[in-house]
């Protein structure tokens, strides 16, 4: 079974940054795609940003290009999600996943990640 653990967020007013770390329990980080998404309430789980297995290649949801950077350090089994500029629509509970299979491409959506952190509130004051 693999453990996700969301830490970093917090209150931070409009153009600060923040820097979510995801640390997994397990082996099986280092061979699986990661994900970021958020949500706030009424609202469905929302995709941010994917990175694959290796480091190699990464996605971003529109909204945050050029604001967030994802990465990952598979030796310490912790993903990463760098966040300037934020803005009060930035406003959620963060989470991370780890990918399905083995070495197979990050995905965008929900249903390519098996396994969900408990995760982090992130609110961007005015």
């Known amino acids: 079974q693999v453990r996700l653990v969301e830490s970093g967020g917090g209150l931070v007013q409009a153009g600060g940054s923040l820097r979510l770390s995801c640390v997994a329990s397990?082996?099986?980080?280092?061979?699986?795609?990661m994900g970021w998404f958020r949500q706030t309430p009424g609202k469905e789980r929302e995709f941010v940003a994917a990175i694959n297995w290796s480091g190699a290649t990464t996605y971003y949801a529109d909204s945050v290009k050029g604001r967030f950077t994802i990465s990952r350090d598979n030796a310490k089994n912790t993903g990463f999600l760098q966040m300037n500029s934020l803005e009060p629509e930035d406003t959620a509970v963060y989470y991370c996943?780890?990918?399905?299979?083995?070495?197979?491409?990050?995905?965008?959506?929900?249903?390519?990640?098996?396994?969900w952190g408990q995760g982090t509130q992130v609110t961007v004051s005015t």
């Open positions: 996943a780890i990918g399905a299979r083995p070495y197979s491409p990050a995905g965008s959506t929900s249903n390519a990640y098996d396994y």
């Open positions: 397990g082996r099986t980080f280092s061979s699986r795609s």
